[in-house]
């Protein structure tokens, strides 16, 4: 689903020529031509690769080995600690789009529109070969945002990982009580209960010490209303649930809110890692670059670098790319 | 919301006539006058009790003390032990609709339609007045349930309570990281994350036993999970997932379907608790009762009732019956 449909919006939306490798021959009605590897890589500019998470390592490594040398290399898997490669045409990836499905019959040409999807460089990656990406996931429609694979891990875990393992839980001891009724809360609550057992076995899997210390956590908060339920303490409970309606919706509007952009404009060496370094750096400080480009200078030891930021971050953007 | 909504589903639907007991003055527009509680009871056949949660032992008081003989009084609030009166006036109700609004300009006339109502009868409920009560809720366009104020707890406990509690502790620990983008399955996760909280924490502490036990298994459950991840455990991993999405399609399932039903006739003695005991039997059971109707004989020593089950269950409703 998520490879079908990458090859769907880089035909329509980026204009490109798409060709697909894929043991499922239904995948041909998604790409220009269904071929081995060999030929897909050939001329390739962008590789985009999106099997199993099981064997995501061994067809990354594959890609790797068979792609051009200008060719830059990334992947849609949900964990980017256990997909990092150490090449400098390795950008990890990940759409945050559509995992409940599978099967290229799923596939849909506007499947990322405005989806964050994750781009996780490595300190070799190339400059010029992670804009590419950058630019290919934007014009998927997606909005691309680098991250560092650690703190990806860490997020996933609790914004997408937890979250399953807690409306499993939820499910289980519900139907431990017979076939209660139950009502759309609960129906919201558990929708992603029980979600494509191979894919999230894998997953669970690729990311289970992240997932344990959000386990953890949770285990830790649970005890803490416990003890207040015991107490009758209602200030607590009170100030608890008031507390989690304003992060809900700072996240909610963090999520819907970009606002107008800014233009920052700088020179830095052309050497793998500056990048990196630079969105990183502003990722790590809550900065999201919206859109970047990078232009080499002649003699290639330099290249100017844009970056869109949003207004109201510019200035501390500002500050920390030139600490850098 | 809730009290405001009865009101015009009784009105319109019930074609019934509405005095209404209200502080707010805004709730004139729902009722057909709004008048203090003597008034409105005076020849009242029902009377509904929709304060807030922590009132509602006080209101049910006031509301019994000034009831006909012949009226049956019956309460929405989301846990029924704490709401039991020892009167064979009262029934406790709790309607699975609509909590996260609150205030009588949220009121609709269909806020009930298809939505479960939980009935409690106890031991002393009048079966007359019971049936009532069962054919009112019927008539507001809900799916009226008898159930055992005890189990009631113990499933709100798990299919409401829990998600609520659950949802809090997701938002959190998401906040803690900052602002992190996040998809549809965590907006869907946590839509009743921080929910009235004046309102959730009297739910809370009215049923806090019984929270506190869910909590206890979910914190066991995500212990065991956690295990599972350390051993890498796939097999387990991936049974579980498939067993969760089986329990819940089970669940919802079961919320969806009802099916052909069949009458279930039989004459019982009149007095207190006959159609408590029978209903409530048929409801341990895992048999819900679709209709009934009672008729009491001429001199009044016995009654006949009549209970709609589905076809599927009317075997097994008629030799628990016959034992009973």
């Known amino acids: 689903m998520i490879g079908g449909s990458v090859a769907l919006a880089a035909r329509r939306r980026a204009g490109a020529h798409v060709r697909g490798v894929d043991p499922d021959p239904a995948a041909a009605a998604v790409v220009d031509e269904l071929c081995d590897l060999e030929t897909a890589l050939d001329g390739a500019q962008v590789a985009v690769v999106a099997p199993p998470l099981g064997v995501l390592g061994d067809v990354l490594d594959a890609v790797l080995a068979a792609a051009p040398e200008d060719c830059v290399v990334t992947d849609v898997g949900s964990a980017k600690r256990v997909a990092a490669r150490d090449d400098e045409r390795f950008v990890g990836g990940h759409p945050l789009a559509g995992s409940e499905r599978a099967g290229v019959e799923h596939a849909r040409e506007d499947l990322f529109d405005g989806a964050a999807w994750y781009l996780t460089p490595t300190p070799r990656t190339s400059g010029l070969l992670y804009e590419r990406a950058h630019r290919f996931v934007a014009a998927l429609g997606a909005r691309p945002a680098a991250i560092d694979a650690d703190l990806h891990d860490r997020l996933m875990a609790t914004v997408s990982h937890l979250p399953h393992v807690l409306a499993n839980v939820l499910v289980e001891q519900a139907a431990a009580l017979g076939e209660p009724a139950v009502g759309p809360s609960f129906r919201d609550a558990t ?4 979600a494509n057992p191979a894919l999230w076995a894998d997953i669970l899997l690729a990311n289970r010490d992240a997932i344990a210390g959000q386990l953890d956590a949770a285990a830790a908060r649970l005890a803490e209303v416990r003890e207040a ?4 303490d209602r200030a607590t409970l009170e100030r608890w649930q008031a507390e989690a309606a304003e992060s809900r919706e700072a996240l909610l509007e963090a999520a819907l809110h970009s606002g107008p952009t800014r233009e920052l404009r700088l020179s830095v060496p052309n050497r793998p890692g500056v990048v990196a370094e630079l969105t990183l750096g502003l990722s790590r400080a809550g900065i999201n670059i919206s859109d970047m480009s990078l232009t080499p200078a002649p003699d290639f030891t330099r290249g100017e ?7 109201a971050d510019y200035e ?9």
């Open 316 to 324: 501390r953007a500002l500050a920390l790319v030139q600490d850098l």
């Open 191 to 194: 929708r992603v209960a029980g």
């Open 229 to 232: 339920l015991e107490r009758a």
């Open 305 to 311: 670098v844009a970056l869109w930021v949003r207004e």
